[in-house]
T-cell receptor, first 113, second 115 residues
Framework: ETGVTQTPRHLVMGMTNKKSLKCEQH?????MYWYKQSAKKPLELMFVYNFKEQTENNSVPSRFSPECPNSSHLFLHLHTLQPEDSALYLC????????????FGSGTRLTVV | AQSVTQLGSHVSVSEGALVLLRCNYS??????LFWYVQYPNQGLQLLLK??????LVKGINGFEAEFKKSETSFHLTKPSAHMSDAAEYFC?????????????FGPGTSLSVIP
């Protein structure tokens, strides 16, 4: 399988639940990203991993916890979320410093109830 | 700091008409510029990119964009709109001098195509 794969596609969770989003890329890229896309708002960069090292955390609340065990996998661990965290969470990857652009996954539609 | 503005959050065109989506950027270094398209409930897909080669860039699905340094613009065009072009379009600028490709996205333009 090629490209960037995100699972699950849809997730409904209560505010006290703990869940994880998974992202996997088979493109040989060395950088991976989490973005949040809310209705009527620009794309928000959440986290960046370059060669498995976290290189950016854009003031994201601690209820979001990223994990990058290797250059092909990226997780976003969720706990005690708020209703305003409901959004489309997009994973992307790129070959850093080559300006080829990002390859995005299809996203996980998260609803917090 | 880099930034991207897209004039018009929503654009409507008739099927067969010219599509023009506007993008202006600000960058302190020569920019790398991108257009992405997003269909409902999907991720973003790269349409085309400018990386300091030819100023007129051709992409997928018949789209093209022209880099105009004097105007700091990178407008997206398509000669004849198709119903399948209805989607959200994002212009983006990248600074590749960082250790990763830091891409700044514009707010997006929603394109509707009227039969």
């Amino acid at each position: 399988e090629t490209g960037v794969t995100q699972t699950p596609r849809h997730l409904v969770m209560g505010m006290t639940n703990k869940k994880s989003l998974k992202c996997e890329q088979h493109l040989g890229h060395n950088a991976m990203y989490w973005y949040k896309q809310s209705a009527k708002k620009p794309l928000e960069l959440m986290f960046v991993y370059n060669f498995k090292e976290q290189t950016e955390n854009n003031s994201v609340p601690s209820r979001f916890s990223p994990e990058c065990p290797n250059s092909s996998h990226l997780f976003l661990h969720l706990h005690t979320l708020q209703p305003e965290d409901s959004a489309l969470y997009l994973c992307a990857s790129s070959q850093a410093e080559q300006a080829r652009g990002y390859t995005f996954g299809s996203g996980t539609r998260l609803t917090v109830v | 700091a880099q930034s991207v503005t897209q004039l018009g959050s929503h654009v409507s065109v008739s099927e067969g008409a010219l599509v023009l989506l506007r993008c202006n950027y600000s960058s302190s270094v020569p920019p790398y510029l991108f257009w992405y398209v997003q269909y409902p409930n999907q991720g973003l897909q790269l349409l085309l990119k400018y990386t300091s080669a030819a100023t007129l860039v051709k992409g997928i699905n018949g789209f093209e964009a022209e880099f105009k340094k004097s105007e700091t613009s990178f407008h997206l065009t398509k000669p004849s709109a198709h119903m399948s072009d209805a989607a959200e379009y994002f212009c983006a600028v990248s600074d590749v001098k960082t250790s990763y490709d830091k891409v700044i996205f514009g707010p997006g333009t929603s394109l509707s195509v009227i039969p």
